[in-house]
């Protein structure tokens, strides 16, 4: 004979699932953020520290790569490279990459692109608009553990930097780029000649 189940008991059984499911998410979410944190204390001690650096230039013969790559070694451990890199028309980008102990641990990405607006201005020409974006992407073990990416709109002739300032970071999903600058962080301590460094792009 089957017994009805009283309304307190299934309020339980939901409680109970809750109370789980919380403390799942809390555990799993702890180790996130004491790994997030020590990226970040790693992030500024790299960019207070004196460390010394070299630069290696490229530019493609037959296409509209170029760019810097330098790499920034506190003694002989290389702890940062910053790429920056035009695309021609396709654009290009700002990207640091950062390390521990030879372990890519977190990117910061900047970029800027231009669009249409879809509107005409009062001399007939198509209204443009620019648009700024940094993302930042936090690695820990070799895997992606928080994406977030900022997007702003910068109306002809005005300093991004204060709008982007003011924007709020925004949790992000970008396998392709996740996956990109991941290759790129691991490539780029081992570049030693221009046409290596044009090799990313092709």
Known sequence: MRHPVSPFSFARAIFVSFFLGFFAAAAQAGPVEDAVSQIRVRYHEIESAALRSEVLTFEA??????GTLTRYYRGPELVKAALSYS????????ESFYYIQGQ??????????WRFTGRTMANGEEETIDESVEQRIYFHEGKVIRDLRK??????????????KAADNQPFTDPDTEARVWRWGMGLPGLGSAQQALALFR
């Not at 695309?87 to 700002?94: Q, V, Y």
């Not at 890519?104 to 692109?113: D, G, I, M, Q």
């Open 61 to 66: 013969t037959d296409g509209p790569e170029s």
């Open 104 to 113: 890519l641990c977190f990117v910061f990405a900047a970029s800027s692109s």
């Open 87 to 94: 695309l021609g028309d396709h654009g290009g980008a700002d």
């Open 151 to 164: 997007v702003v709109p910068v109306p002809s002739g005005q300093n991004p930097a204060p709008l982007l």
